[in-house]
């Protein structure tokens, strides 16, 4: 568990800025890109696009032209932990310097390093993060994000080097679903803190908010089944590779980054347990570690 557990941590954030892979490296099936504009009736869900990804294929149900407004992205992982990540790239940055900063990215999990550290900095400036849904071996989970209209990029973690990339286009149209209401609410500080709900139900959906004004920190929110009893010191000296990973457990679902004032709905389903929040993003504040193993963890009961 605790080898599979490091490989989520790394391909989590590498996949989010995926290099580029043949559309043919996916099985394709949209409804024309024309429904995709129809009126929607205003007590239906969100639209859907739906990734079903194993090591060998993603199978895309779901047109990836879609009208602006909520909208569902759901992963079902079918051999390992699969993840979805969401994000846009600001005028100007190219695909080729997002490879290049992908790079020092994996770098940077691995040695640390101030170049490094400058290439993470200069990618989190120049793409904006919408978060993601990462589900675990045999699980779905579903980001739901309301969505301006433009071009994005989805990307997976299946392929070298880190991924596939899919365009994701968002038009002016009729799309008045509703987002969730009522539903717990995690918040990421400037102070690398989670704030908000400490009990959230084992099956249902939560709110995750980058609440920092400024800046370009990418934070996210992922759940961990721990053993009760877990400390928050616990968690981070195990992902400073001081501790003994023998209380973590098989339960697992997350979002994805989320750039400055960003948010995200997360549809989830996990073992009722004691869970660990954490963030495993590499801090390129601190190159050679991690949110988490700086001391971003909270305890919390899914029940």
Known sequence: ML????????TSAVALVAAVAPMGTATAVESAPAAATKAVDKKSSPPMVTFT???DRTVIEGALTQPAGPLRLRVLAEDEDHLLSLFQFKP???????????RALGRMYREGGEDNAKAVKRMQRNTITYGGANASMGSMATAIVNLK?????????VGPPGGHLYKLKIVPGNNPAPLPKGVPVIKMTGDNEYKGASRLPATGTVEIVNAMRKGHEWLQAAFLEVQPG???????NLFRGTGDGGFVLSGYAGGDTLSPGNRQFLKYSVEPGTYALICFFPDPNNPGSTYVADGMVRIITMD
């Open 3 to 10: 080898a599979g557990l490091r490989t989520v941590c790394a």
């Open 53 to 55: 990804i194993s090591e």
């Open 92 to 102: 100007g940055y190219t695909v080729k310097q997002m490879r290049a900063d992908t």
């Open 149 to 157: 209209p433009g071009n994005y990029y989805i990307s997976d973690n």
């Open 230 to 236: 877990t400390t928050e010191e616990q968690v981070a």
